[in-house]
């Protein structure tokens, strides 16, 4: 059975850091895109990042709202992806998804797999 699980969500005040991580079960993750999704209370889901297969080098995405404070990478040992999250603001409060694909896009309807969400709260 293919799954993703996300793990590290929690509360944080603002300034501060949380690393997210997605898992793989059931499939190799290095075969597919990942990407981050983020959906706020009364809001549209986002995509936040994505990155590449190793077959498409890896390559990384960001949204602008978060390019300089976030970081996305994978470790194909554990068969996970990450999602390091710096300088956290009110605004990056949300329940965050990880789904896969073939390759990174924009619309978070073309991804095949997702996880159940992690909920990340920034607040003083």
């Known amino acids: 059975q293919l799954q993703l699980v996300e793990s590290g969500g929690g509360l944080v005040q603002p300034g501060g850091s949380l690393r997210l991580s997605c898992a793989a079960s059931?499939?190799?993750?290095?075969?597919?895109?990942i990407g981050w999704f983020r959906q706020a209370p009364g809001k549209e889901r986002e995509g936040v990042s994505c990155i590449s297969s190793s077959s498409r080098d890896g390559d990384t995405h960001y949204a602008n709202s978060v390019k300089g404070r976030f970081t996305i990478s994978r470790d194909n040992a554990k068969n996970t992806v990450y999602l390091q999250m710096n300088s956290l603001k009110p605004e990056d409060t949300a329940v965050y998804y990880c789904a896969a694909r073939g390759f990174c896009a924009v619309d978070w309807n073309e991804y095949d797999y997702w996880g159940q969400g992690t909920q990340v709260t920034v607040s003083s």
């Open positions: 059931g499939f190799t993750l290095d075969y597919y895109a």
